[in-house]
């Protein structure tokens, strides 16, 4: 997979922008922006265990801690507040499936892409209404504030748009019955209603977009 095989080509890349930025002594930990919060397949809490962080992010971020000899240390902030939180200082870097639009740019730097991903539109097994983008037209249609799925609703006009934080939460909204679809990043889409025999993805999935990790300005 494409995307797989971006996943590592950013740590040397990155390990020269961090190396030599004028930041603290390499003993004082590097804050890593993340929210856990419905965070998987990036980063994300161990249901039996709330003290274990796993996710390709997760491993990532422990490369980086590896190769630059400095300890990463993970601070909860809100999916939409990440790039907002670096211009506070309150994190050096925000790495959380961010994707790399020029919205995003406006806020941050941006290393190389780490990975490729897709939008996935993913319905009701039942419901037969929606075999295309346009047909989320007119229809109840969950989804995440500030991503690139949220601005390509936006662009399709005419989408009654219900915004989550909570993953989960969503997919079992649309199971439910209470949303008519939920338009978000394959990867996540994969990981939480891949399985459920009460959902149906609708392929192909759309698009192609880039995630990197963002970095404050100057």
Do not use: C
Not at 192 to 203: D, H, I, M, Q, S
């Amino acid at each position: 997979m494409k995307g797989r095989r971006l996943l590592w080509v950013w740590v040397l890349a990155l390990w020269g922008a961090l190396a030599g930025a004028s930041w603290a002594a390499p003993t004082t930990p590097l804050r890593w922006g993340v929210d856990l919060e419905g965070g998987a397949p990036y980063a994300f809490t161990m249901p039996e265990d709330a003290s274990r962080v796993v996710g390709f992010e997760q491993d990532l971020a422990d490369a980086l801690a590896k190769h630059l000899n400095r300890p990463v240390e993970r601070v909860q902030v809100n999916w939409d507040s990440l790039i907002p939180a670096l211009g506070r200082n309150t994190i050096d870097f925000a790495m959380n499936g961010i994707e790399l639009t020029d919205e995003h740019k406006r806020g941050a730097l941006f290393t190389r892409p780490y990975y490729v991903y897709q939008q996935q539109i993913v319905v009701r097994a039942d419901d037969a209404r929606i075999q295309v983008f346009e047909d989320l037209r007119g229809k109840r249609v969950g989804t995440l504030t500030g991503s690139a799925a949220h601005r390509m609703l936006e662009q399709l006009g005419g989408v009654d748009m219900k915004f989550y934080s909570d993953m989960y939460a969503i997919y079992q909204d649309l199971a439910m019955g209470r949303l008519e679809g939920v338009f978000l990043d394959r990867p996540m889409a994969v990981y939480y209603a891949k399985e459920n025999p009460k959902l149906r993805f609708v392929e192909p999935p759309l698009g192609e977009g880039y995630y990197a990790i963002a970095l404050r300005k100057g």
